[in-house]
């Protein structure tokens, strides 16, 4: 079985904090302790979504070190593919589901003097963890948290409540915006800076830091994609020894999963490397959606990596 | 000719590269021997003006040389030692974006780079380059005793006089090479020295 192992868990608490964000706290249905985690970690969600299962990773947002809870906030998407309403719509309190083991694709690094985080909306969930675990070590950190309004701003309270000093907020009905260039050229020798939101902020936060001429290994983020929808196409599965047609609103990994082939997978979101899968033939043109491949590898069309990436053309052999 | 091109090793043994300028306000570039041949080499009036260049000649004659390239500022410092209070403090006060440059022997290099890295930043952040002696900082095994500037194989520890085999096994953490007794199983039966790439 591919992904990181899993565990049965309840939900025990269902919270709407505003319009479009939810947290839901699981436990563990045999009782037992959850594992701890390092700030950063995110937790796939399995949802019986009639006929079709998701799997939607999450950022923990507890205590790490908290082993009687894990707990998420979900941001409803009414134009995604459908996780978010499922969580939002059809989750009771007392169902049981499946999660997986946290795994952790944007972990602090350690060895920064200071953390200098930015956040844009829902984009505040893992930094929840990471202020925990700073705060546990005596860290050094500084949050810079930008939403639309007040009322959508997530956990802002609970923030400037227990950190008046090292949160601060942005509104864009306020036209408030973070002074990103002040900001990172005052930044002392020694600082990391962590950047979870919208993909355009986070191209904006590394661009930014690349122009001052800060080093590629100071500047961390984390982006989920979803997988889009698109056109429908097939693919002969070598190993298998399978043909199978790929739904426009469901992705190569998930076709693949729902033909009974087990394929590895960790973040479902083009970031971890893990579905990272050999290609034996092609006649047409990629999708490259992932950050996972480089631009020469994405040119090659050897590799393609089944959760967020698609196909366009005639045919499509992969080693699977 | 200043540069020596090492022989290929294990994974343990640090890559040493080649100086480029990299975009930024703020420069620290330090220069220990011939290493003042790889500052002169990619030298311009633009990248000088921002740049804080530390000197330490260890017998050399640069100084007049790389202070007509018109740094910001230039400190000459006898040795490694009396330039490490001025190494710490730039490193304190410095902001994000600092650009840092190494270039001279291993040992200048790893220690310098330990600098950096106590402040926070990275090790593959910092640029480097090889000039000038190929001797290594040598850390015994045994006593612990670091023995400066070693160029032969097998030498004798500064510290506690064992006969010490130079290996390719490096420590970051000690900016050092380790050094491990050569005659361990047949005490006396100590090959002649060589110089350590012959």
């Not at chain 1, 249905?29 to 701890?36: E, F, I, K, Y």
């Not at chain 1, 989750?91 to 200098?116: C, Q, W």
């Not at chain 1, 047609?245 to 729902?258: D, F, K, P, Q, W």
């Not at chain 2, 290099?109 to 380059?129: I, R």
Request: proline content about 5%; aromatic content about 8%; hydrophobic content about 35%.
């Amino acid at each position: 079985m591919s992904g990181a192992e899993k565990i049965q868990v309840k939900v025990t608490e269902i919270t709407p904090l505003n319009e479009l964000v939810t947290r839901f706290r699981f436990e563990r249905v045999d009782g037992r302790q959850l594992p701890t985690f390092s700030g950063g970690a995110h937790t796939v969600v399995e949802m019986q979504d009639g006929g079709i299962t998701r799997l939607n990773p999450y950022s923990l947002m507890s205590d790490p070190f908290d082993q009687s809870s894990y707990t998420i906030s979900v941001r409803r998407d009414d134009q995604g593919r459908g996780g978010s309403l499922f969580m939002h719509r059809q989750v009771k309190l007392g169902d049981e589901m499946t999660i997986s083991y946290p795994v952790n694709l944007f972990s602090l690094d350690l060895r920064a003097r200071k953390h200098l985080f930015l956040a844009g909306g829902i984009g505040i969930t893992p930094f929840l963890a990471q202020i925990k675990q700073l705060e546990l070590l005596h860290g050094h950190w500084e949050l810079h948290y930008a939403c639309r309004n007040q009322a959508l701003a997530s956990y802002a309270d609970q923030l400037t409540g227990r950190h008046p000093i090292e949160t601060h907020l942005y509104y864009d009905d306020q036209s408030q915006a973070i002074d990103l260039e002040n900001l990172l050229s005052g930044q002392p020798l020694g600082t990391h800076v962590y950047v979870c939101g919208p993909k355009g902020m986070i191209d904006w936060v590394r661009s930014t830091a690349a122009a001052e001429g800060w080093p590629e290994d100071c500047v961390h983020y984390e982006e989920f994609l979803a997988p889009q929808p698109g056109k429908p196409f097939e693919v002969r599965l070598a190993s298998s020894d399978k043909v199978i047609h790929v739904g426009e609103n469901e992705s190569l990994l998930e076709a693949i999963e729902r033909e009974g082939v087990d394929a590895p997978y960790l973040c479902r979101g083009g970031a971890c490397g893990q579905c990272e899968t050999v290609v034996l033939d092609h006649d047409g043109n990629f999708v490259h959606r992932d950050h996972w491949l480089t631009d020469e590898e994405k040119a090659a069309g050897k590799k393609i990596m089944p959760c967020v990436s698609r196909f366009e053309g005639k045919s499509l052999v992969l080693d699977r | 000719m200043s540069k020596f091109e090492f022989p290929k090793s294990i994974a343990s043994r640090p890559v040493w590269g080649t100086l480029e300028v990299r975009s930024g306000e703020h420069h620290l570039m330090i220069a220990e021997a011939e290493g003042a041949e790889a500052v002169i080499d990619i030298a311009t009036p633009d990248l000088m003006a921002k740049t804080h260049l530390i000197y330490i000649p260890k017998g050399t004659d640069f100084s007049e040389r790389l202070q007509a390239l018109n740094p910001a500022q230039f400190y000459e410092g006898p040795s490694y030692a009396a330039a490490l209070h001025r190494i710490r403090r730039v490193l304190e006060d410095a902001h994000m974006g600092l650009q840092v440059y190494l270039t001279g022997t291993e040992g200048m290099m790893g220690q310098a780079m330990n600098e950096v890295m106590a402040v926070g930043l990275p090790h593959t952040a910092v640029q480097t380059e090889h000039r000038g002696s190929v001797a290594r900082r040598m850390q015994c095994v045994h006593c612990k005793g670091v023995t400066e500037d070693v160029d032969v194989d097998p030498f004798v520890c500064a510290h506690c006089g064992l006969n010490l085999f130079v290996r390719d096994h490096y420590s970051r953490r000690l900016a050092a090479y380790q050094g491990v007794r050569v005659d361990a199983e047949d005490h006396g039966n100590v090959p002649e020295p060589k110089g350590i790439y012959e």
